[in-house]
């Protein structure tokens, strides 16, 4: 959870709404997330993993309590709506 709370300090040092990392890497590396279907959605005060049905269950058990997790049919529209600025 150190890592993501970096970037939270980051966006809002930058005035970023939130990130939206897509490298399977960098998810592993920020999340613990293993999948090859992820995307992790950071906000300035939460953190969201988004994936399909096929890791739903997994991801729930390899990240943190504090990320949010949400399947890709809704997750994206629900989050995306919200920000104005995404980096």
């Known amino acids: 959870m ?3 709370k970096k970037i939270q300090k980051t966006l809002k040092a930058k005035k970023l709404g939130a990130v939206l990392i897509s490298s399977p ?7 613990g997330f293993v ?4 995307r992790l959605f950071i906000t ?3 953190a ?7 890791y739903f269950r997994s991801g729930k058990k390899q990240i943190p309590k ?3 997790i949400y ?3 809704e997750g994206l529209k629900k989050l995306f709506g919200r920000f104005k600025n995404i980096g």
């Open 2 to 4: 150190k890592r993501i």
């Open 25 to 31: 890497y960098n998810v592993r590396y920020l999340s």
């Open 35 to 38: 999948g090859t279907n992820g």
């Open 44 to 46: 300035t005060n939460k």
């Open 48 to 54: 969201h993993l988004i994936t399909d049905f096929r």
């Open 66 to 68: 504090q990320v949010k």
């Open 71 to 73: 399947d890709q049919s």
